[in-house]
């Protein structure tokens, strides 16, 4: 077998993928990669590396715009290992990413350039786009109701038939916690995702493993950060009380209802460790208030201001008319009554408008 077969994938033994990783891509980069080392310590230094192009439009688009190796000329200008190091990186780097987009029996071809001023080129072949066939789950807690049961498995059936992304993966992974947490478990968790390749029919059955982790009740609730406690244990009431089982939902619909107080810049709710003996959890609601925003200091009403001019208006009248007959009884006693009277609802108004101003920036 010679290095130009090793290097081209010719000797390629057909075999059965069974997982994402492929049970022949390791070997194939390995032996490819340690063949083109030889050809570098042999002297044939290829001039650069490329990326062939595939016949889907939008899949090569992200393969170009994932190559890296062209944007780094200087550590390709390295030692024969450094190269060969960066090449196999590279190689497996894309292969994960074809991987991660359905394509799980995908793999990168090295192909070797005859002469050494001739590229190494980059051969992906992604093969068939894989899709979800089943989805089972595991460590399911005994003492779930039914109702949360058939909310799981019919939440992960809409998946069925869609690609094997990762973002498919992980929507579902997410859901499935979501649905556990809404029942009660607050810590539950995903231990392991396992896919299962049926090459035949070009589908992968997906096993979760799930830790649903103890159910928990809420315990006391507490609010830190706050002085509106008055003010937030009867609202928050109407959502969840001391003794309720946990729910992600109500944690949600708290948090929304906290968020339309507008009294807060931050709203962050913690659970305390569980009471292994009474199954309770604390409530820790963390909050930070918005500053207050001081009201500057004078007449807001419509009523303050004509008020004011009406009282200056009553003062200049008094002056004008003093000296005059108009200030002899019962004027004078009339005008100077009105004018005190005035002058008091003028200084209510005001000391109302400074008392308010304190309290707001307090």
């Known amino acids: 077998m010679t290095v130009q077969e090793v290097v081209s994938g010719a000797h390629r033994v057909p075999g059965r993928r069974t997982d994402m990783a492929g049970c022949l891509g390791g070997p194939l980069v390995l ?26 439009q939008a899949l090569n688009q992200t393969l170009q715009n994932a190559f890296v190796l062209p944007m ?12 060969a190091r960066l090449l196999e990186a590279e190689i497996r780097r894309l292969r ?62 809409t998946f069925v038939g869609l690609s ?19 029942a009660a478990h607050a810590h539950a968790e995903i ?26 009740r809420v315990g006391k609730i507490q609010f830190l950060g706050s002085r509106h406690t008055d003010i937030l244990e009867p609202l928050v009431a109407f959502v969840i009380k001391e ?18 107080t507008d009294l807060f810049s931050r709203i962050e709710i913690e659970l305390a460790p569980v009471n292994e003996v009474t199954g309770y959890t604390d409530l820790e609601v963390n909050l930070v208030e918005k500053p ?16 004011a001019i009406f009282t200056m208006l009553l003062i200049l009248l008094r002056e004008c008319v003093a000296g005059t007959k108009w200030s002899r009884k ?27 101003t304190v309290i707001v920036r307090s």
């Open 292 to 307: 207050a925003e001081a009201k500057p200091l004078d007449f807001q009403t419509r009523s303050g201001p004509a008020l």
């Open 72 to 83: 780094m000329p200087e550590q390709l200008a390295g030692t024969e290992a450094e190269r």
């Open 96 to 157: 994960d990413l074809l991987h991660s987009i359905g394509y799980l029996d995908a793999e990168i071809d090295l192909l070797s350039a005859s002469h050494s001023d001739e590229d190494v080129r980059l051969l992906p072949v992604p093969g068939d786009l894989f899709r979800i066939g089943w989805v089972a789950m595991s460590g399911l807690p005994d003492g779930l109701p039914p109702d949360s049961v058939d909310d799981l498995e019919n939440f992960a059936a």
């Open 164 to 182: 094997v992304t990762r973002d498919n993966l992980d929507r579902m992974e997410a859901g499935l916690v979501w649905r556990l947490r809404d």
């Open 243 to 260: 003794g309720d089982p946990f729910s992600a939902s109500a944690m949600e619909e708290l948090h929304a209802l906290l968020e339309k």
């Open 330 to 356: 019962p004027f004078e006693p009339t005008f100077t009554l009105t004018v005190t009277v005035f002058y008091a609802i003028n200084v209510a108004v005001i000391f109302n408008l400074v008392a308010s």
């Open 191 to 216: 231990v392991q995702t396992v896919k299962q390749t049926e090459p035949e029919l070009k589908t992968a059955g997906i096993l979760i493993n799930l830790d649903p982790g103890p159910a928990v």
């Open 31 to 56: 032996c490819a990669v340690a063949a083109i080392s030889l050809a570098l310590l042999a002297g044939q230094v290829a001039a650069a590396v490329r990326l062939e192009p595939v016949q889907d």
